[in-house]
């Protein structure tokens, strides 16, 4: 059980959306989900890249590629088959449940395969 002095500090506590505690945030969701759920969802697809950009923050731009079977890099791109591009506040809460998937939808832009984009709004890294 949390003391009642505990959960008090927790809510006054500023969110942890600096550069050096974000970015390992969202790379580890990135890398621990990502090509998992879109193994899921489109096994079939080969030949095509996903780009997600987390706009806000540097380095913040993952590919996940698929020839023969899916791979994670970190870095730019220019050929795409999608790209996402959100922020990092609507980054973590949709990957810890702390945003609905209609309101994800509306925080983020795809460009490109609009379907293969918005496969990444089912991840979620945090069961409640």
Same mark, same amino acid.
């Given at each position: 059980?949390?003391?009642?002095?505990?959960?008090?500090?927790?809510?006054?506590?500023?969110?942890?959306?600096?550069?050096? !505690?974000?970015?390992? /945030?969202?790379?580890?969701?990135?890398? +621990? /989900?990502?090509?998992?759920?879109?193994?899921?969802?489109?096994?079939?697809?080969?030949?095509?890249?996903?780009?997600?950009?987390?706009?806000?923050?540097?380095? +913040?731009?993952?590919?996940?590629?698929?020839?023969?079977? !899916?791979? /994670?890099?970190?870095?730019?791109?220019?050929?795409?088959?999608?790209?996402?591009?959100?922020?990092?506040?609507?980054?973590?809460?949709?990957?810890?449940?702390?945003?609905?998937?209609?309101?994800?939808?509306?925080?983020?832009?795809?460009?490109?395969?609009?379907?293969?984009?918005?496969?990444?709004?089912?991840?979620?890294?945090?069961?409640?």
């Amino acid at each position: 059980m949390v003391s009642p002095a505990a959960n008090q500090r927790s809510r006054c506590s500023p969110l942890l959306v600096e550069q050096k !505690w974000i970015h390992p /945030l969202i790379d580890t969701f990135v890398r +621990g /989900l990502v090509p998992t759920i879109y193994q899921k969802v489109f096994p079939d697809k080969n030949n095509i890249s996903v780009i997600l950009e987390v706009e806000d923050i540097p380095d +913040g731009k993952w590919i996940l590629k698929k020839k023969n079977s !899916w791979e /994670l890099f970190v870095g730019e791109e220019l050929d795409y088959t999608s790209k996402v591009v959100m922020n990092a506040d609507t980054t973590w809460r949709m990957f810890t449940k702390n945003i609905d998937k209609e309101a994800a939808k509306k925080r983020i832009n795809v460009y490109g395969d609009i379907e293969l984009g918005q496969a990444i709004l089912e991840l979620t890294t945090i069961i409640k």
